[in-house]
């Protein structure tokens, strides 16, 4: 008789569970094309397939969570906008991802996305806006990935601890705005990737503020690249193997290297703030590019080129410059030369760098010039910034740091040489 009761208690029971585990599934099956659900606040153990257009809107605090191999969301075809959603992806799985997206017209917004791996991939997927939302991972797979992803948008999204903030490869014509990443590997990673747009973002304290590589007219403006210098090989922005690039109206603050261009051509540099980096910029086996109008003040080294003789560099302002203007152009008549003989001395040895700005370097580099094809020369130096810079400018606060931490460790290197013999 116990049995028995016991029997039909478990089987009254079971189909209400099923039934629970399976409902927001079962309101999407169910909602009619062009529909609205609204889900009410509470944490959901499940995984759910939109393939339809219709809206998922959170209402309160909404937690949508899987550990399963499969997107926690999946997004396909057309029309389809999720909202103020809290997404959770706990799987170990080097592909997990939070969401997945592929169709188009999709809109992602209000959306706060935890994932061990991928926060949000598109695939194929284009004419889809994703904004006002934030990503935050265990630097194990990228916040958004796109491949083969066109005419995107992403706009107001913060993203930290990832690998890299937004990722495309062979992905055109996409829109990057408004975005704040940091704590990653790259910031924003392009590759074979071309039209796309980056326009004031903040990368700050990633290895790479930005990676262009073998893209073509890439547009890099108002975006802010600092404190990317937590590696011998950081940099503010990276443009390798890349064409046609505009970087207009940027800051390039306290990074190793603000801008490196290796293997790149025909790249612009224009009304761009370079402040406070090791060093400013940098060329490698790259010509025909062009950086005017930009204000360098406060890096340890300005400007180095190697193998990049046929550059075009005027009309920049030089803190380092002298600067004499006799017809009263703006530019002065003493040409500069950005000689990075520090730069080429502590890299062959690195203790050197216990006597940087010592009186006794400043005099060698007088005297003894860095080779002519490591030698940036601008003909005509501006008299003034192109760009405002603070008054207490770079006090240089964080330059005297950089410079105090290379002091430190080149010290430790000369101690423990001596103890070893």
């Known amino acids: 008789m116990h049995y028995i009761m016991f029997l039909l208690l478990l089987s009254f029971c079971m189909p209400a569970v099923s039934e629970a ?16 659900i609204k889900i009410e606040d509470g944490e959901y153990e499940e995984t759910v397939v939109i393939s339809k257009p219709l809206t998922l809107e959170g209402t309160g605090k909404v937690l949508l969570r899987s550990c399963e191999a499969e997107p926690v969301v999946t997004i396909r075809n057309k029309g389809v906008t999720l909202k103020n959603i809290k997404v959770e992806h706990c799987g170990d799985e080097k592909e997990d991802t939070a969401i997945y997206v592929t169709g188009s017209n999709h809109i992602l917004e209000g959306l706060n996305i935890e994932a ?93 503020g930005t990676e262009l590589m073998e893209s073509k007219r890439t547009v890099v403006s108002n975006n802010q690249f600092s404190s990317n210098n937590n590696s011998v090989n950081a940099q503010g922005l990276l443009i390798y193997l890349a064409s046609d690039t505009e970087v207009t109206g940027n800051e390039f603050i306290s990074n ?44 340890v080294n300005d400007a180095q080129a190697i193998e990049s003789s046929n550059n075009q560099v005027d009309r920049n302002y030089w803190d380092a410059a002298s600067k004499v203007d006799t017809n009263g152009n703006g530019e002065s008549e003493i040409v500069f030369t950005a000689d990075p003989y520090f730069l080429t001395l502590t890299a062959d040895v690195p203790e050197y760098q216990l006597f940087f700005q010592a ?15 490591q030698l940036l020369i601008d003909s005509a130096p501006l008299m003034d910034m192109t760009m405002e810079v603070a008054k207490e400018q770079s006090s240089s606060f964080s330059l005297w740091i950089m410079s105090a931490v290379m002091i430190l460790a080149s010290f430790s290197l000369f101690i423990l040489g001596r103890k070893r013999r």
Do not use: C
């Open 21 to 36: 585990a399976s409902t927001l599934q079962s309101k999407i099956d169910e909602a009619p094309n062009g529909a609205t």
């Open 116 to 208: 061990k791996h991928f926060g949000i991939r598109l695939e194929n997927a284009t004419d889809v806006t994703i904004q006002d939302s934030e990503i935050i991972g265990i630097n194990q797979g990228n916040g958004i990935d796109l491949w083969k992803s066109n005419r995107n948008k992403f706009d107001n999204l913060n993203i930290t601890n990832v690998s890299d903030g937004i990722y495309l490869e062979q992905s055109n014509e996409n829109t990057l705005h408004g975005n704040n990443i940091q704590k990653s590997r790259y910031g924003m990673h392009l590759m074979f990737s071309n039209d796309n747009i980056l326009d004031e973002n903040v990368s700050r304290s990633n290895t790479t």
């Open 256 to 299: 190793r290297v603000g801008i490196f261009i290796e293997e790149a051509e025909n790249n612009r540099l224009d009304s761009n703030k370079i402040m406070d980096n090791f060093t400013g910029v940098q060329f490698l086996k790259s010509n025909g590019n062009k950086a005017v109008n930009n204000t360098f003040v406060g890096n």
């Open 359 to 373: 009186p006794g370097i400043i005099l060698l580099q007088n005297m003894l010039k860095s080779p002519a094809e």
